[in-house]
């Protein structure tokens, strides 16, 4: 993947020790164990590893859904203190407002920030057209088949532009053609772009095609037990990476390492 001019200036994430233990009703549930992470910015950072592992947790801690139990999480030099439109999130289930149009959902965060009519509408039009959903723009969210609403939800997240995307599972309710499709879109958005995007799957092989370090994470309570960079064929050629690489030995070799470990690390 070549590399082009940064439109936005992207920030640094850092997570220095951060850990997360809920109290549940059987006691507490440690969820994540201290991770120490940087993660710069126009990197394309995959994160796997079993259910249960705290992936989420990670996420929306960088988020700001979710506060640290030990460390921190800072973003440009400065400690999350909530959620910000500079991150958008791209949830593992899709969370649209019923009461408003598919279009309405993603006008929502134009609309907040006081942006004319016209200019949004147009907006959330083009953004709906790159997920394909344009011609849904004026049905309700249950008129949508579950992967269609996960579809609108990265156009609302994407509508607004963010520094930073982090996304948990986006693609897993998706059918393999729509979800291959999905791909290479956001690979050439961040190509374009340069956001940094920090993406979890339980695909290993997603995390390959898509990323250019891969983060693995243990069985629960979750850490990092391996944390590797990405270089596949066709990577030093201009244009995003093609749907052919799937089928290289060079991603079949590092798919097989890294199931390996995650099987190694769940004893
Ligand atoms: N709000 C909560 N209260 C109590 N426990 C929680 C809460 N959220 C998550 N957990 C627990 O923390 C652990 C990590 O959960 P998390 O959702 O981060 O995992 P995950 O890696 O995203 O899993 P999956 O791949 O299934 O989405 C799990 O044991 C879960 O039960
Ligand atoms: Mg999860």
Redesign the pocket.
């Known amino acids: 993947m070549s590399t082009s001019v940064p439109v936005h200036a992207v920030e640094q994430i850092v997570l220095d020790g951060l850990s997360k233990t ?1 109290a ?1 009703s059987d006691g507490e ?1 440690i ?1 994540l164990s201290p991770t120490s992470l940087t993660i710069e910015p126009g990197e394309f950072v995959a994160v796997v ?1 079993p ?7 990670l996420l929306q801690t960088v988020a700001g859904f979710v506060t640290p139990t030990t460390g921190s999480v800072t973003v440009g030099g400065t400690p999350v203190a909530g959620p910000n439109p500079d991150r958008g999130v791209v949830f ?1 289930s899709p969370t649209l407002y019923p009461w408003l149009s598919v279009r309405g959902n993603v006008e929502f965060g134009p609309r907040a920030r006081g942006e004319k009519r016209a200019a949004r509408k147009a907006r959330a039009l083009e953004a709906l057209d790159l997920v394909g959903l344009k011609d849904f723009a004026d049905k309700r969210p249950y008129e949508l088949s579950g992967g269609m609403q996960q579809r609108a939800q990265i156009a609302r997240v994407f509508v607004n532009n963010p520094r930073i995307v982090l996304m948990d ?1 986006p693609y897993s309710a998706l059918d393999p053609f729509t979800r291959e499709q999905l791909q290479v879109q956001l690979l050439e958005l961040w190509q374009r772009e340069r956001k940094t995007i920090v993406f ?1 799957t ?1 695909s290993v092989e997603e995390a390959l095609f898509l990323s250019t370090r891969v983060i693995v994470m243990s069985a ?1 309570p ?1 850490r990092v037990i391996a944390d590797r960079k990405v270089e596949l064929p066709g990577d030093d050629q201009p244009g995003v990476r093609s749907l052919e690489v799937l089928g290289t030995p060079e991603l079949a070799a590092q798919k097989a390492e890294l199931a390996r470990l995650i099987l190694e690390a769940h004893g």
Do not use: F, P
Request: proline share 0%; hydrophobic share 15%.
């Open positions: 809920y549940s549930v969820a590893g259910s249960g592992c705290g992936k989420t947790t593992q599972e979890v339980h629960r979750g």
